[in-house]
């Protein structure tokens, strides 16, 4: 090419000159970015063969790629899982999920009613428009969640393994069961545990749901989310989904995830410590009425005694070091307002059903010194 190059135009030069080099002989020990929107072949035949399924290789960014397809691989290796795909957010993720199910109109859902604001807004404002009728019940209670089953015959059964903000453990195995009597599929939306702590595919959930942007990505400088399957049989259902709705994961979001991964165990295990020793340390604290923390994760969330809206204001502004964020699992400690914030959507007394008061503030502990996390909390909190 270099040579053939020579004699064009310096105008036709610049397009093409250095591109579509041999790739080199050695392995690079991180994957590159695939910054490529399209992929060339040297004859149409083997191009036609890709796009066939007859010959594995990359056509279009759209319906796959080297750098996502690693992520992909990561995510299918850690979860365990037969297949996984990846998307531009997590709810991407729960979206294609979701559709992955085989949802159309007159498809029941049976969903925790502790799932993460948007997903519940996802099923009762898109998918009911569908005709997709969505039931909620408390996961906690697992005679609740049989019975109703029993009941309405869902299709499908949605559920966090550590929900938000409550924090409360799904029993996995007791759900996956409620799942197999009513032949419904289980999605576990894992991203407040992540595989380091929790793989559900290994106790019989069908699918499992990320938002990379929390614990994977683990820096607050990226979005994405990841499906993986206990089942090749998901893959074209997952694929199409991003092939026809489109919700792809940049390749360079995808690098800085991969990327993220290689330190999960590090920053989860600072986290998880730091968590139960903060957790431990408000226990008993006199501005406090109650600490949920599960003995798992890296959540803690705390009952202000001044439980009202402004007593959790003028906690989370008196915070120097804690970051006032719209997230979690990042490096950094961050708190969230839930009433005002996730759970913002819902009406006061469908939060006040659910625990979700005023006073109530969600703490992702990160990776600082313990001490100087407690000690911002704690200045923080007689302010
Ligand atoms: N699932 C859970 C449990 C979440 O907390 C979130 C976001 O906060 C999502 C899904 C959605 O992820 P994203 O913001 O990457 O779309």
Known sequence: MANENKNRDLKTRLVHAGERQAPPEAQPVATPIYASATFTYDSMDEMDQVFAGEKQGYVYTRYGNPTIGALEEAMRDLEEGATACAYSTGMAAVHAALLACDLRAGSVV????????????????VFTAFGVK??????????????????????????????????????????????RENSARLIVDNTFATPYLRQ????????????ATKYLGGHADTMGGVVVSRDEFDREALFSVMKLVGGVLGVWDAHQILRGLKT???RMDRQCENARALANRLNEHERITRVHFPGVGALVAIELRDNTKEGAFRFMDALQLCVRSTSLGDVFTSVLHP????????????????????????ISVGIESIDDIVADVEQALIK
Do not use: M, W
């Not at 049976?110 to 404002?125: E, P």
């Not at 959507?345 to 625990?355: F, K, N, V």
């Open 110 to 125: 049976l969903a925790s009613q502790d799932l993460y604001g948007a997903t519940t807004s996802l099923l009762h404002n």
């Open 134 to 179: 969505t039931t909620t019940v408390d996961f906690s209670d697992l005679a609740a969640v049989r019975e109703k089953a029993r009941e309405i015959h869902p299709q499908v059964l949605v559920v966090e393994t550590i929900s938000n903000p409550l924090l409360k453990v799904c029993d996995i195995e007791a759900v996956v069961a409620i799942a």
């Open 200 to 211: 559900p595919l290994k106790h019989g959930v069908d699918l499992v749901v990320h938002s």
């Open 264 to 266: 999960l165990a590090v």
């Open 339 to 362: 009433a005002t914030a996730s759970h913002r959507d819902l009406t006061p007394s469908r939060r006040q059903e659910l625990g979700i008061v005023d006073g109530l503030v969600r």
